[in-house]
């Protein structure tokens, strides 16, 4: 069974940095592409950052120089480093594991709040 666990949220001053989280089990991180969206109250869920499996990095125009997608192969956990957080990133942010586009799984989402 896949499970995927974000931590790492909370609330943050504007100009503040967080670290999210994301534990898998049941299936490997390293060998799938990885990626974190969020979404905001009454926004559609986007997505903010990606890491496939070769390596490839993808970031939205909107936290590009500020967050920094990692992989950890031995923990078999995904990062995404937060940095100079403003209020327009508050959101429920969700890890997502895609195997194929038929095939892909969430985690339960982690709120962050990033006050002015």
């Known amino acids: 069974q896949v499970q995927l666990v974000e931590s790492g949220g909370g609330l943050v001053q504007a100009g503040g940095s967080l670290r999210l989280s994301c534990a898998a089990s049941?299936?490997?991180?390293?060998?799938?592409?990885m990626g974190w969206y969020r979404q905001a109250p009454g926004k559609q869920r986007e997505l903010v950052a990606q890491i496939t499996r070769g390596g490839s990095t993808y970031y939205a125009d909107s936290v590009k120089g500020r967050f920094t997608i990692s992989t950890d192969n031995a923990r078999n956990t995904v990062y995404l480093q937060m940095n100079s957080l403003n209020p327009e990133d508050t959101a429920v942010y969700y890890c997502?594991?895609?195997?194929?586009?038929?095939?892909?799984?969430w985690g339960q989402g982690t709120q962050v709040t990033v006050s002015s």
């Open positions: 049941g299936i490997s991180a390293s060998r799938n592409t």
């Open positions: 997502r594991c895609t195997v194929t586009s038929l095939n892909f799984n």
